[in-house]
Every structure is written in C-alpha cells, then in structure tokens.
C-alpha cells in the first residue's frame, strides 16, 4: 500500500499535498490540486493563421481588443484533425498571413473543439480562443526559414496548412527571438 498522498505519473511520484510546516517532527500537511493530476494533460502549443486584412480579415490586434473569439473557416482536413486535438487551455501563436507572414502573439483555447454552428457539415469544427499575449516583436517568416531548427516544422515544409502544432523547442525559440 502507498502513501495515500502520492500519486504515480509515468513513473514519476508526484506529491498531492504542499508541505505546509514542521512541528517537532510531526508533518503538517495541506491539501492541494496538482496540475499534473487535476488535469491528467499537459499543455499544447499550436499556431493559427488569418488574414490580417480585408473583408475576411481578422487581426491579433482585434481580438485584443475583443478579448475573445470563435477560431472558425477551417476547412483543410489536416488542419481539422489538429483542431479536433486541441484543448481547453492549450496556446496558439497568431500568425498574421498575407504580406505580413509572422507570429505577433499568444491566444488560449477555451473550449473543446466543438462542430461550427454557422457550417451545416458538422466534420467542420471551431474553437474558443481568448487574448493571452503580445509577443515583444513579432517574429517573420524569413527569420523562421533562416534557423535550422525550423526546416522540418509544417509552417516551412506545409506553408499553405492554416492550424499546426508546434513543438516545445520551436516555440520556446520563437518566443527567445521575440524577445530580442
């Protein structure tokens, strides 16, 4: 029998309580929610494209202002599937297309994927995004191309493909380059 305020992880033993005080060698112990446990998920990193401009256009600067939206018009199949794959708290790079082509910043997902209310084909899916962040700067396309650890990713190799995750390290080195 273990200790019923350990959980186990994928091997790892992950307390279920925080060490509040020691007194006289008796344990104090609270009890809390441990992300790893509460959620059993760890978060998705993705990026998303639009058109910044025109009659169909839709910027990162008004969803700032907005604050929230419905991430909708996704129609490419392998886009889809990623979509159905997202999830509630997972973050997205916004990507501004067309003549821009750059990351400018970060939404949220908000909800599960859900089928789009304004489609009759329900294969045809939307999310809830909100506002999360601006990037510093925003990171382009060509600085992208240019760093070797980007060649494999889908925005180089798929460049018409409007949804894809993006790995940990990829992420981590467009956020590095936007700080800079």
Known sequence: MGNPGFRTRGGLWLCTYDFVRVRTGEHIFKKIKHPLIQKNQMVNYWLAKQEPNGPRGYNFEQLKKEKTTVWDGVHNNLALKHMREMKSGDLVLFYHTGDER??????????????????????????????????????????????????????????????MPVPKPIWDAILNISQT
């Open 102 to 163: 750059q990351a400018v910043g970060i939404m949220q997902v908000t909800s599960k994927p859900y089928p789009n209310p304004k489609e009759e084909n329900e294969r045809f899916i939307v999310v809830d995004v909100k506002y999360k962040k601006t990037l510093k700067r925003p990171v382009t396309l060509d600085e992208m191309k240019k760093d070797k650890k980007f060649q494999d990713w889908e925005l180089i190799r798929i460049s018409r493909l409007s949804v």
